[in-house]
C-alpha cells in the first residue's frame, strides 16, 4: 500500500509560479514511476507530468516548456514545479504512483494510488 500527500497548492496570478509537492510512503520510493495529474471543474481528469524510476520525464503538451517535474528518491519526495501560470492551469492536482511497472505512464488508467488533491487556482 501507498500513500501520497500533495502540497503546494494555492492561488497566484496569471505568470506566476508554484511549487507542488507529494511526499511517499508505504514502499520503496524508488522502485516505481510517479505522475501528475490535474481535473479542472467539469472536466475529466488529465496528465500533466511524469517521471519514471530511471529519472526520464514526460510531459503533455500544454505544460510542455513551463513545468518541471522531479524527484527525489532520498526523501521519497516527487515535485513540480510550475512556471508562466495561466488561469487555463486552474484545477485540483493529483500525484499518483502505480502498482508496478508500466508501459503507459501517461495513462491515468496505470495508476493504482493517488493523494487526496492539491488546489491551485490562477487568476487573470
Known amino acids: 500500500q501507498v500513500q501520497l500527500v500533495e502540497s503546494g497548492g494555492g492561488l497566484v496570478q496569471a505568470g506566476g509560479s508554484l511549487r507542488l509537492s507529494c511526499a511517499a510512503s508505504g514502499r520503496p520510493f524508488s522502485s516505481y514511476a510517479m505522475g501528475w495529474f490535474r481535473q479542472a471543474p467539469g472536466k475529466e481528469r488529465e496528465f500533466v507530468a511524469a517521471?519514471?524510476?530511471?529519472?526520464?520525464?514526460y510531459y503533455s503538451a500544454s505544460v510542455k516548456g513551463r513545468f518541471t517535474i522531479s524527484r527525489d528518491n532520498a526523501k521519497s519526495a516527487v515535485y513540480l514545479q510550475m512556471n508562466s501560470l495561466s488561469p487555463e492551469d486552474t484545477a485540483v492536482y493529483y500525484c499518483?504512483?502505480?502498482?508496478?511497472?508500466?508501459?503507459?505512464?501517461?495513462?491515468?488508467?496505470?495508476?493504482?494510488?493517488w493523494g487526496q488533491g492539491t488546489q491551485v487556482t490562477v487568476s487573470s
Open positions: 517521471i519514471s524510476r530511471s529519472g526520464t520525464t
Open positions: 499518483a504512483a502505480p502498482e508496478g511497472s508500466i508501459a503507459t505512464i501517461w495513462d491515468k488508467r496505470s495508476y493504482n494510488y
